[in-house]
């Protein structure tokens, strides 16, 4: 992990800012001016701008692969959502809703949702297909995230 920086995604450009861990103040997009989501909760992306943070991040970045109808995904959203808020800065999380996104699920061969996804510079590190307890749930992202490091 990149020592006091962290990195984080305005929902509004997409841009990416890097803000100092140290910082207290809410911080403005460079980008938009708009005020920065520091949480750390998942992001809802469309193809495009998926295309484009996957591209650019300079963190790596899990992607949550799901559809609404889908309950095991229904299921997994809080799981994600908190390991998402235990890494804010340091991991980008995005949901894609495949129902929308069909063209981004079929280049990345998702072919049963949830799947997780771990990108790291625009490529796959890792993939996770289908939900986990929450604790295996973290030990495959935290043993996935480090591999994105190296
Ligand atoms: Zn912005």
Redesign the pocket.
């Known amino acids: 992990m990149k020592e006091s920086m962290r990195y984080f995604r305005?929902p509004?450009?997409?841009?990416f800012?890097r803000i100092p861990e140290e910082e207290t103040r809410t911080p403005v997009?460079?980008?938009?001016?708009?005020p920065?989501d520091r949480s750390g909760a998942p992001q809802e992306v469309d193809e495009r701008a998926f295309a484009k943070a996957i591209e650019t991040s300079p963190v790596p970045v899990l992607v949550d692969f799901w559809a609404p109808w889908c309950g095991p995904c229904r299921m997994a959203a809080p799981i994600i959502d908190k390991l998402a808020r235990a890494m804010p800065g340091s991991l980008l999380v995005l949901k894609l809703n495949t129902d929308e996104a069909p063209t981004t699920a079929t280049r990345h061969q998702v072919s049963g949702i949830p799947s997780f996804v771990l990108f790291s510079k625009g490529r796959e590190i890792s993939r996770q297909v289908g939900v986990l307890p929450p604790a295996e749930m973290q030990r495959w992202l935290i043993d996935a995230a480090s591999r994105a490091q190296a």
Do not use: E, I
């Open positions: 305005c509004s450009c997409g841009a800012n997009c460079g980008g938009c001016k708009k920065l």
